[in-house]
């Protein structure tokens, strides 16, 4: 992840990033499941948005973002799930599922913090 990137965009561009590595991610998927590049490149664009919030005190969030985020956290689990799969790509689809939870969770300590600093 380029962490320069952040500093120079605003939440709108990253939220676009994760929008459209969302649309990739689902035109990826093909007999042997996700293509797991697309996976690392919507898992980094959610990190630049966790950084960018780090760094800025805003509170919002687009709702077109988090409609992504619940899509994927599921459909990467039940892929997790499913048998006709490698153990390989399992462990990866695993992995993403729980850097996606804890990305989402970040975010919102982030903003809680920053929004409720006395607590």
């Not at 990137?5 to 007999?31: F, H, M, P, Q």
């Not at 630049?48 to 689990?77: A, C, K, M, P, T």
């Amino acid at each position: 992840m380029n962490i320069q990137s952040v500093e120079t965009k605003d939440r709108k561009s990253i939220e676009n990033a994760i929008l459209l590595s969302a649309e990739k991610l689902r035109a990826s998927r093909g007999v042997d499941g996700y293509d797991l590049n697309a996976v690392e490149t919507f898992i980094e664009a959610w990190m630049q948005l966790s950084l960018y919030f780090s760094r800025h005190f805003d509170r919002d969030i687009g709702i077109e973002v988090v409609g992504e985020y619940l899509e994927w956290r599921f459909r990467l689990q039940d892929e997790s799930l499913s048998h006709s799969l490698s153990d390989h790509y399992r462990e990866e689809i695993e992995d993403a599922v729980a850097d996606i939870v804890g990305i989402m969770n970040e975010i919102i300590k982030t903003v809680w913090r920053s929004a409720h600093p006395d607590e």
